[in-house]
Structure formats: structure tokens, C-alpha cells
């Protein structure tokens, strides 16, 4: 249980960091969010993935026929 505390205050104290560091200019930051560049390629990139892994297990497949 502590440790899974310990593991997000780092996470949260990493995600602050991380945007006060953008919001002071050492990473780039397009849309002034606060969010780096980099950090949104990233997530867009692994939500693309997401989704394309729920296509693939939702997706109907037509031709597949039962085996008899
Ligand atoms: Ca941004």
C-alpha cells in the first residue's frame, strides 16, 4: 500500500515538475498548455495504439466461419 503512495507522489511530483519546467521554457511547448511537445507526441501516439488494439478485438470479421 505505501508503496504504491510512494510510486504516484513521484509521479505527481514529476508531472508538476514537468509542466513548472515548460511553463519556465526548457522544454517546448507549441500550445503554451504546459504540456511538452514531446510529451504529447508521445501520448497521442500510445492512445493511437490503444485504439488500434480495441479495433482489432472489436472489429467483426466477416469470412470466418465456424468450424463444423
Ligand atoms: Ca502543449
Excluded: W
Aim: charged share 40%; hydrophobic share 45%; no cysteine.
Amino acid at each position: 500500500m505505501e508503496a504504491i503512495i510512494i510510486i504516484l507522489s513521484l509521479l505527481l511530483f514529476a508531472a508538476v515538475g514537468m509542466v513548472v519546467a515548460t511553463k519556465f521554457g526548457y522544454f517546448k511547448d507549441a500550445d503554451k498548455d504546459g504540456i511538452p511537445n514531446e510529451v504529447e507526441d508521445f501520448v497521442e501516439d500510445k492512445l493511437d495504439d490503444a485504439k488500434e488494439v480495441v479495433k482489432k478485438f472489436t472489429r467483426k470479421k466477416p469470412g470466418r466461419k465456424k468450424k463444423n
